[in-house]
């Protein structure tokens, strides 16, 4: 497995009863956030991440083998990047965060 460093990340969702889903189409969905009153256009692998998260953090590792498994992609090295990549974003927009175990 490519995925994360040394250190696994563990991750949550910052503040799931503030978001509001709405599929938009079979490959996007809308999804508003109250905390910040921001809009955003997720893809599905976006969207299965954060379903994911919505009960329980998980690591980085266990997430992605997660998305690679239910979407029948391979686990390697273009979708660790892909995925680590997706993980700074949903941090960066405020809707996941790293969780201190």
Same mark, same amino acid.
């Given at each position: 497995? $490519? $995925? &994360?460093?040394?250190?696994? +990340?563990?991750? *949550?969702?910052?503040? =799931?009863?503030?978001?509001?889903?709405? *599929?938009?189409?079979?490959?996007?969905?809308?999804?508003?956030?109250?905390?910040? %009153? #921001?809009? =955003?256009?997720? /893809? $599905?692998? %976006? !969207?299965?991440?954060? *379903?994911?998260? *919505?009960?329980?953090?998980d690591? +980085? &590792?266990?997430?992605?083998?997660?998305l690679? #498994? =239910?979407? !029948?992609?391979?686990?390697? !090295? !273009?979708? +660790?990047?892909?995925? /680590? /990549?997706?993980?700074?974003?949903?941090?960066?927009? &405020?809707?996941?965060?790293?969780?201190?175990?």
């Open positions: 497995m $490519v $995925v &994360g460093s040394d250190m696994e +990340s563990f991750w *949550r969702i910052t503040t =799931h009863h503030s978001l509001h889903w709405k *599929r938009f189409d079979a490959e996007r969905l809308i999804l508003f956030n109250d905390a910040s %009153c #921001q809009t =955003h256009v997720l /893809n $599905v692998l %976006c !969207e299965d991440l954060l *379903r994911l998260l *919505r009960d329980f953090p690591s +980085s &590792g266990a997430l992605a083998e997660k690679a #498994q =239910h979407h !029948e992609m391979p686990l390697d !090295e !273009e979708f +660790s990047t892909y995925f /680590n /990549n997706m993980l700074a974003d949903l941090d960066f927009l &405020g809707l996941i965060e790293p969780v201190a175990l």
